[in-house]
């Protein structure tokens, strides 16, 4: 994989984190945009590194389980705020 591709992951990943980290404290919707960039980050990773356990469906999955991550921090975050 090339440079570029891996800083553009890298940034992506170090985003989708802060995101997460801002999304479990506050609005779920920037919890599910973090997951996203996560998935992507991955995506971008495993397809750089030729890396595909899945088959072609691999960034797909990846990207699908970034979101999921991300819901679930909204949510608990969200829970979590609401209980008194």
């Known amino acids: 994989m090339g440079t ?4 553009v992951a890298l940034g992506l990943a170090l985003l989708g984190a802060v995101l997460l980290a801002v999304g479990a404290r506050g609005p779920w919707l920037a919890a599910l945009g973090g997951g ?3 998935g992507v980050a991955g995506a971008i990773l495993l397809l750089g590194g030729r890396m595909l356990p899945l088959g072609s469906q691999t960034p797909l999955v990846v990207v699908l389980l970034g979101l ?3 819901l679930s921090v909204g949510l608990a975050g969200w829970w979590r705020r609401r209980q008194p």
């Open 68 to 70: 999921g991550v991300g």
């Open 36 to 38: 996203a960039m996560l």
């Open 4 to 7: 570029i591709p891996f800083l």
